[in-house]
């Protein structure tokens, strides 16, 4: 019996691993899990063959019942959560899967890289690009053979995570020096060179690859850019066409931004099509039928390819007083294409009797309120309200963001990762590398090596009163009303440590640190206040991972489970 049960069990893999969908891995696993149902192993195969048919609630379900029982599979369980999460766009719940793996295993630079990735996309950007750096370094010091499917990685999540060209391009650069075959990195970088005004390295770029394709209209759009820039680069150094007045409109940024979307599918086309999934018939009901491209080709005035033609090829706009059926704060509703020309003629016609809407200035009103007020996609792709005699109010980054709000407003799938943010600055900079952290930690500090009658162990003992004092190794420790444990061999204390999820002031242990923060982070940050790193070690047991630091004549250590923060404790150098 226990040899049929192995044999199907490795054939259940094979198939697994050959032909995932086909349905004799399921009667395979199903056979096996009979017989023996605690076979974690089996309830994995069965797992994968749902994930690999689509079926994602029930491979979930499998995913979290295998992790349920902490046993040898729970890691690859948390894995696949945490790769299934990533891929349905549930950042925060990818990001704690991506934390728990960790707290399980800390040698993987791969598990490393999807922490970064996870944290970019949930809106950890600083932190999740730094991780991704991190990780890199990791597989260079451990895996060097995968240095280059590393390297392929961080383009590719700098690029899902919506990092600037300025960010992507040097990781591009770096993934394709190691593999130069990787085309669809070195077609991005390429329009990352033209939104960094880099034109001659974008032509340059665009004409190698175009010896691989060259019927790629991609690839040919970003060579005769990059020449009719370069052309007019040339031509401005004698008329009054400056570089400044080119890199006002954004153009470049945008058609990076827009390649970007495309291949992340967050585009406005994909924003329409996601909308007319969860369209409300109300809001339904108002839009008229699109208009063909061909029609918009049409004739010597034309509609801006910006967004306006999209919008009109799904649907002509909306009929006058229909806004409100977006659901949204105020009743904007689409314009059709005769009102948008219309109107441009208008402006164009009386320029003075229109002092909102400046001349070559690179813009589409595409919606309005009907009383005056317009939505208009100006430079850089930003949707603003435009209103008479008032300044532009930003509405969102983009139409297509405009049209994701709606999107997961009425109830759909919005794949976009966290918006990038502007960090704020901290209310005190920070000390210079070598001052000591402020805070609670100085006074533990302060206590290590003094006597139980010193003012330092009475300070110490005032800021945790219900603090538990162990006076001898042999004495178990004692639950602590602080969160706090202190230990006084000899007279003298030598340790003290911090239960993080037990003490009420442990954010004030080391002042500024985010304690929810991983370990890249927190490393960053007691680094900056002088820490050095002394070394760490990874309990087999439990997958505590510790790490110790020299700092300020003694020993600071930061222990780690599950991903989270556990202990900060300081002892004697």
Not at 95 to 123: F, K, P, S, T, Y
Not at 135 to 142: E, G, N, P, S
Not at 351 to 368: F, G, I, K, S
Not at 369 to 390: H, M, N, Q, S, W
């Amino acid at each position: 019996m226990t040899d049929t049960v192995e044999r199907d069990l490795d054939l259940a893999w094979e198939l697994l691993a050959a032909q995932p969908t086909h349905p004799r891995v399921a009667e395979l696993a199903a056979r096996v899990l009979a017989a023996q149902p605690e076979r974690s192993s089996a309830l994995m195969v069965l797992a994968y063959h749902r994930e690999a048919l689509g079926d994602t609630d029930e491979a979930r379900r499998l995913y979290h019942r295998i992790a349920a029982r902490r046993d040898n599979r729970f890691i690859w369980a948390a894995r696949a959560l945490r790769r299934l999460e990533s891929a349905e766009h549930d950042h925060d719940e990818a990001l704690r899967w991506a934390r728990i793996v960790l707290g399980q295993n800390h040698e993987d630079w791969d598990d490393w890289m999807q922490l970064g990735h996870a944290q970019a996309n949930a809106g950890e950007h600083e932190a999740g690009w730094w991780q991704l750096d991190e990780a890199v370094a990791l597989c260079a010091r451990t895996a060097p053979d995968d240095l280059p499917k590393a390297l392929a990685k961080r383009a590719e999540y700098l690029l899902g995570s919506c990092a600037p060209p300025g960010r992507f391009a040097p990781a591009a650069e770096e993934a394709i020096r190691a593999n130069a075959a990787d085309s669809w990195v070195a077609m991005l970088l390429g329009y990352a060179y033209l939104a960094q005004y880099r034109f001659d390295d974008a032509e340059q770029l665009g004409l190698r690859l175009l010896r691989e394709a060259p019927t790629d209209d991609l690839l040919l759009g970003l060579v005769d850019t990059a020449r009719t820039m370069l052309r007019i680069v040339e031509k401005a150094r004698g008329d009054d066409i400056t570089l400044a007045d080119i890199r006002s409109t954004g153009a470049l940024e945008m058609a990076w931004q827009q390649i970007r979307d495309q291949k992340l599918g967050i585009d406005l086309a994909s924003a329409l099509a996601a909308l007319d999934a969860v369209m409300p018939a109300e809001l339904r009901a108002t839009l008229r039928p699109g208009t063909a491209a061909e029609e918009l080709a049409d004739g010597d005035e034309k509609v801006g390819s910006m967004v306006a033609e999209d919008l009109l090829t799904w649907h002509d706009g909306q009929p006058p007083g229909s806004g409100a059926a977006w659901g949204w704060a105020e009743s904007f509703r689409l314009m059709s294409a005769a009102e948008i020309l219309a109107m441009d003629a208008m402006i164009e016609a009386d320029r003075a009797a229109h002092p909102d809407w400046p001349e070559n200035e690179l813009r589409e009103q595409v919606m309005t309120d009907d009383a005056g007020a317009y939505l208009v996609a100006v430079a850089f792709g930003a949707l603003v309200k435009r209103r008479p005699g008032r300044p532009d109010e930003p509405v969102a980054d983009s139409m297509a963001d405009w049209i994701w709000d709606r999107v997961a407003g009425f109830g759909g799938r919005d794949p976009r990762p966290a918006p990038l943010r502007t960090e704020k600055p901290t209310a005190d900079p920070l000390p210079a590398p070598g001052t000591p952290p402020a805070g609670v930690i100085v006074t533990m500090c302060a206590a290590l090596g003094t006597p139980v009658d010193s003012a330092a162990y009475a300070e110490l003992r005032a800021l945790f009163p219900g603090s538990t004092v162990r006076r001898s190794e042999l004495v178990p420790e004692e639950p602590s009303v602080d969160g706090v444990y202190l230990e006084v061999l000899d007279g003298l204390v030598t340790r003290v440590r911090v239960d993080v999820a037990h003490c009420p002031k442990a954010d004030r242990v080391i002042s500024g640190l985010d304690l929810g923060g991983h370990r890249g982070s927190v490393d960053a940050y007691v680094r900056t206040h002088g820490a050095v790193p002394h070394n760490s070690w990874v309990n087999r047991a439990n997958g505590e991972a510790t790490v110790v630091y020299d700092f300020a004549g003694h020993r600071l250590g930061l222990r780690w489970a599950d991903g989270s923060l556990a202990h900060i404790f300081v002892t004697g150098a």
